[in-house]
């Protein structure tokens, strides 16, 4: 079955970095588009960054731009986001995403930006 499974995330103080890693497993990665999503309490789950099948092509919302760097190793079926320069406002949890047939996601894993 379809798995995904998210790590990396922790708490950092503000400037600091964090790479979150989501391990994917029970479809042909290398075919689907992969996506990041947050969600802080209190608020909707927001898409953070998205990267295509084959890695050519990568979007970011506004407020991660220049900051944050979506990339995938399709051999070992891994997606990743390299969050750099974290803010306050990045405190949420993280979550890996895909749509086979119907929508994937991981369990997520808290990121906290705090001084």
């Known amino acids: 079955q379809v798995q995904l499974v998210e790590s990396g995330g922790g708490l950092v103080q503000p400037g600091g970095s964090l790479r979150l890693s989501c391990a994917a497993s029970?479809?042909?990665?290398?075919?689907?588009?992969m996506y990041w999503y947050r969600q802080s309490p209190g608020k909707e789950r927001e898409l953070v960054a998205l990267?295509?099948?084959?890695?050519?092509?990568?979007k970011y919302a506004d407020s991660v731009k220049g900051r944050f760097t979506i990339s995938r190793d399709n051999a070992k079926s891994t997606v990743y986001l390299q969050m750099n320069s974290l803010k306050p406002e990045d405190t949420a949890v993280y979550y890996c995403?895909?749509?086979?047939?119907?929508?994937?996601w991981g369990q997520g894993t808290q990121v906290t930006v705090s001084a």
């Open positions: 029970g479809f042909s990665f290398s075919k689907y588009s």
């Open positions: 990267i295509f099948s084959t890695g050519s092509i990568t």
């Open positions: 995403y895909s749509r086979i047939v119907r929508d994937y």
